[in-house]
């Protein structure tokens, strides 16, 4: 069973910033790229986020560019969410996944996800 913790959410007010962290006992963490995606209330979850496995490439929607960076660390199985200047439309609850297909196909396996609430 593949297992995906995400943490780090919590309750900002716009232009402020969290760090997501999603960890893994999954031993093969290093050789799939990652990903982020987040579900909105009422919303179908979307595609944020990913990494390559190597930390060579990484790809974003456009409404996050300039402000949110995905990174990893092999040796920890983690994967990182870095969100600067939040906006009240970033609020959703944040899931990590395994890519299958690069950049925005996951595996279906998923996490508790951990809520992120950006304040106006």
């Known amino acids: 069973q593949v297992q995906l913790v995400e943490s780090g959410g919590g309750l900002v007010q716009a232009g402020a910033s969290l760090r997501l962290s999603c960890a893994t006992s999954e031993r093969t963490f290093s050789a799939y790229a990652m990903g982020w995606f987040r579900q909105a209330s009422g919303k179908e979850r979307e595609f944020v986020a990913a990494i390559s496995s190597g930390s060579v490439t990484s790809y974003y929607i456009d409404s996050v560019k300039g402000r949110f960076t995905i990174s990893r660390d092999n040796a920890k199985n983690t994967v990182y969410l870095q969100m600067n200047s939040l906006k009240p439309e970033d609020t959703a609850v944040y899931y990590c996944?395994?890519?299958?297909?690069?950049?925005?196909?996951?595996?279906?396996?998923w996490g508790q996800g951990t809520q992120v609430t950006v304040s106006s």
């Open positions: 996944a395994f890519i299958e297909r690069w950049p925005v196909a996951p595996l279906p396996y």
